[in-house]
T-cell receptor, first 111, second 113 residues
Framework: GENVEQHPSTLSVQEGDSAVIKCTYS??????FPWYKQELGKGPQLIID?????GEKKDQRIAVTLNKTAKHFSLHITETQPEDSAVYFC??????????FGPGTRLSVLP | KAGVTQTPRYLIKTRGQQVTLSCSPI?????VSWYQQTPGQGLQFLFE???????NKGNFPGRFSGRQFSNSRSEMNVSTLELGDSALYLC????????????FGPGTRLTVL
């Protein structure tokens, strides 16, 4: 079955710097890749997603890139702010299958 | 539009008991999925329901079961609770079959003593 790896497991950055989180997946048939942000005591919140027919997508300070050949995708957060501190999960999905999540990255933005 | 709601938010049970958790999806959404989240195993898929039918099931024992009602609300049940069942149980809804975008509720924190 599908396997999703995520790195790093923890990441600390200074406020204003950029943060990059990388995920790799194993099933070449996977075609949808969302990113979720989970704050303490809350459920995961969808922050950005990308489909397999797109190489890059951007939403203000957040961007996601997808390399289908290498089977990896990345989350980029620019100009980080303290409120970006949370756990971030990547996931992969193929129609007819269920979502498979990465183990998560704990991002700390230091003021 | 209201988001996904889950009740109760917190539960404390003892080993051997059973528990029922409830999820109300976003209005108009017909697909509901359940996940178990633990520090050691991360987010693991339990099952997915669409139009009152279980469409997909994860690798969990038969003690874990669920159902969906005609109004798309869903419940999951865990019987004969074990200490290892302590987790955050998350419900996610999506508009329909083979619709990829999922939205999560706040979860139910289950503690088994």
């Amino acid at each position: 079955g599908e396997n999703v790896e995520q790195h790093p497991s923890t990441l600390s950055v200074q406020e204003g710097d950029s943060a990059v989180i990388k995920c790799t997946y194993s099933d070449s048939a996977s075609n949808y890749f969302p990113w979720y942000k989970q704050e303490l005591g809350k459920g995961p919140q969808l922050i950005i997603d990308i489909r397999s027919n797109v190489g890059e997508k951007k939403d203000q300070r957040i961007a996601v890139t997808l390399n289908k050949t290498a089977k990896h995708f990345s989350l980029h957060i620019t100009e980080t702010q303290p409120e970006d501190s949370a756990v971030y999960f990547c996931a992969s999905f193929n129609y007819g299958q269920n979502f498979v999540f990465g183990p998560g990255t704990r991002l700390s933005v230091l003021p | 539009k209201a988001g996904v709601t889950q009740t109760p938010r917190y539960l404390i049970k003892t080993r051997g008991q059973q528990v029922t958790l409830s999820c109300s999806p976003i209005s108009g959404h017909r697909s509901v999925s359940w996940y178990q989240q633990t520090p050691g195993q991360g987010l693991q898929f339990l099952f997915e329901y669409f139009s009152e039918t279980q469409r997909n099931k994860g690798n969990f024992p038969g003690r874990f079961s669920g159902r969906q009602f005609s109004n798309s609300r869903s419940e999951m049940n865990v019987s004969t609770l074990e200490l290892g069942d302590s987790a955050l149980y998350l419900c996610a809804s999506s508009p329909g079959l083979d619709t990829d975008t999922q939205y999560f509720g706040p979860g139910t924190r289950l503690t088994v003593l």
